[in-house]
């Protein structure tokens, strides 16, 4: 296992953690500043500043990207399905523009709040079927741009409106399904927010193994939560045993980017440069 | 499947339901003007007004129980195990007092949550290794008393605050651990807001069967969820869809009540009387 004591070599920022203090350019100006070497920026970032600035300013810092955030939202009624396949496009063209090393996939959970507008429904089953033969269609998409594909299960409290896959077997059972020769195409995000309960975490990451770990995300469950999708801990705040979870990914022989990712109405009201002190500090005592 | 339509002889009242309004004699009392025949009242409401005069108002009103709630938070540091131990011994004891067909176990999380003062502890692997070695014990004592345990899994969501037991499978595989012949003495409570997402769900229904099927609970996950303890929602008001997962029990025998427990800010503020007609009516048309 990595150490991360000294410096923070390893260290990515999903900017969505501090998406409220400034722009794309202002986050990634602060992680020169900082000495973060990577981000992971989300598209909404990157279409307030435009992909050409985004490409540029990207550059300029020298900074490289753990990932895009992100595709998915593939479950919509009819009507709709076409808007999230050419959206999904666009997202593998922008990935593929900015340098990114894969796509995050959120894939969406009951239509109804995946494509706001499509026909309510209760199927969650049926919602499954339709994320996979839509990873399914974007792969090919994909593939012609050599963008891997990272399915992120996310915790099943967002099963209704926003991931219908929520443990690491349900998405490993798809790329085992989709990609079962391991091509590279298709693999999973593990944020540790998402799958720290999991009873079954330890050996779906041995199953998983190195060419299916395409990325690792951090932050903390706090003990209460008062708000399920904003209120994210700073890792060390909350009950996760993160360096464990770690040990097990690198184990695998993932050496890749331990990225913070932390949605939080407290530590968006920080200034950014307090957010990413502690984040540098956190990832060296904690991560 | 039974046809719930025309009446509610199947509903049961869990009294969490109602117990910001009144205490445990006034919600019998209502139940029994509303010709509910079932309740699952919660130890603390049997204490406010005495265990006697509970078995006693009880069997004024022809009540039956469809559970006692509840037994469990098993995990503590040494200290307090012994304090744990004879918590749910006297939850046996009351349970066989007040002719409860079981006990709901939620076997909680983390020792400083679950019990209070204990040393805090992130290691959940451990702290399901001692929720099981509790089982096996309070078994001992409940069976003497010809008292069934019923495992509740709760929702991930809880994990370490209230249960660490978080998926069917998970409280299954203990069943099968230390029950392995199907005696009737150790089963599971499921409660559609607990593991309505999992996508293992209906087969380990199908694994469970009748004998190990001891309870079945109802309300609804709704969306947005405001509070994650106390908001959940009135059958028909969220995203489950109950009548599949009722399907899928009584499909493998299960012929008990179903209970209704709803734990939410907005109903414990309702009349009462309001809230039981709006269980009745949801019973009838959407359960």
Known sequence: MR????????????TATVRKQGDLADIIDACARHGIRAIDPWRDQVAAIGLDRA??????????????????MFTSDIARRQEARDDNRRAVDEAKALGAPC????????????RPGSAASKNIAQARTQVEDAIAEMMGYA?????????????????????????????LDICDRLDP???????VALDVYHIWWDPELLPQIARAGKDR??????CDWLV???????????????????????????????AGYSEIEIFSNGWWEKPMDEVLRTCIERHRSVV
């Open 143 to 171: 593939k012609q741009a050599n963008m891997p594909l990272a399915i992120e299960p996310l915790h099943p409290a967002y099963a209704a409106d926003r991931a219908c896959v929520n443990t690491t077997k349900q998405a």
């Open 224 to 254: 209460p939560t008062t708000d399920i999708l904003n209120d994210r801990g700073m890792m060390g705040d909350g009950v996760i045993d993160i360096r464990s979870v770690r040990g097990a990914v690198e184990a695998q022989g993932f």
């Open 213 to 218: 770990l395409l990325a690792f995300h951090v």
């Open 55 to 72: 490409v540029w300013v990207l550059r300029d810092a020298g900074l490289e990207l753990s990932g895009y955030c992100r595709g998915g």
């Open 3 to 14: 150490d991360f004591s000294g410096d923070h070599r390893w260290l990515s920022l999903n």
């Open 181 to 187: 020769k391991r091509t590279g195409a298709l693999g």
């Open 103 to 114: 796509i995050l996939l959120v894939v969406g959970g009951l239509p109804q709040y995946s």
